[in-house]
């Protein structure tokens, strides 16, 4: 059984910068291609970021592109979320989400096998 886990969520004020971290357990986490998804009530999830599972590839959505960085330490078995100049309408649950077989649709919640429990990001003055 695979397990996903994300940490560094939190408080912080417009224009400032917070690092999410994804660790799994339980699988070969360094095979998966990994994306960033996030939600905020009331709304669907929607599709963040993605990395391939050697790195080499990268995907961002519109409204992030520019701010905000993935990146993963396969030694470390970790993916990293880096997000700069924040602003408010970035406040949502954030969900990592590992998918085994390298699915194309990198965008789409249903690729994903395995998920996190999500931690809050709230951008706020």
């Known amino acids: 059984q695979v397990q996903v886990v994300e940490s560094g969520g939190g408080l912080v004020q417009p224009g400032g910068s917070l690092r999410l971290s994804c660790t799994a357990s339980?699988?070969?986490?360094?095979?998966?291609?990994t994306g960033w998804f996030r939600q905020v009530a009331g709304k669907e999830r929607e599709f963040v970021a993605h990395?391939?599972?050697?790195?080499?590839?990268?995907d961002y959505a519109d409204s992030v592109k520019g701010r905000f960085t993935i990146a993963r330490e396969n030694a470390e078995n970790t993916v990293s979320l880096q997000m700069n100049s924040l602003k408010s309408e970035d406040t949502a649950v954030y969900y990592c989400?590992?998918?085994?077989?390298?699915?194309?649709?990198?965008?789409?919640?249903?690729?994903?096998?395995?998920w996190g429990q999500g931690t809050q990001v709230t951008v706020s003055s």
């Open positions: 989400a590992a998918d085994p077989w390298g699915g194309s649709k990198y965008d789409d919640v249903g690729t994903y096998d395995y």
């Open positions: 990395i391939s599972w050697s790195g080499a590839s990268t």
């Open positions: 339980g699988g070969t986490f360094s095979r998966y291609s």
